[in-house]
């Protein structure tokens, strides 16, 4: 289930730094003509404040989620290649076996 969102969160992961980078610029502190009443002055800046936080965090699990897909991507490239050494092994005993039963064919018949 989880191997299906990979190309989503593949396409989207590159996107998040830059809504991050422009949102932090956003909600920066306006010139002090703008601030008239203390307390929304405060709500102001304690807003900003979280939206540059949580803009910074979103950077950070943008990074953490393309690190992710790239150890995914490994992943899934290793049973990959571990499922071609399986078939190769399945192929080849098939063989012995079909090798086997075919002398054994013969050692009766003679």
């Given amino acids: 289930m989880a191997l299906q969102l990979i190309p989503l969160i593949k396409v989207l992961g590159p996107y998040l730094t830059t809504i991050?980078?422009?949102a932090i610029?956003?909600?920066t502190a306006k010139p002090a003509e703008?601030?008239?009443?203390?307390?929304q002055a405060q709500q102001i800046s304690e807003l900003q404040q979280a939206v540059t936080k949580n803009a910074q965090s979103l950077h950070t699990l943008a990074e953490q989620l393309q690190k992710v897909i790239a150890l995914a991507?490994?992943?899934s490239a290793e049973a990959e290649r571990q499922i071609r050494t399986y078939k190769l092994l399945v192929i080849g005993s098939t063989v012995v076996s079909l090798v086997a039963i075919a002398i054994a064919v013969f050692a009766?018949?003679?």
Avoid: G, N
């Fill in 25 to 27: 610029p956003a909600f």
């Fill in 34 to 39: 703008t601030k008239t009443d203390p307390v």
């Fill in 108 to 110: 009766l018949q003679s």
């Fill in 20 to 22: 991050a980078t422009t």
């Fill in 73 to 75: 991507e490994q992943a």
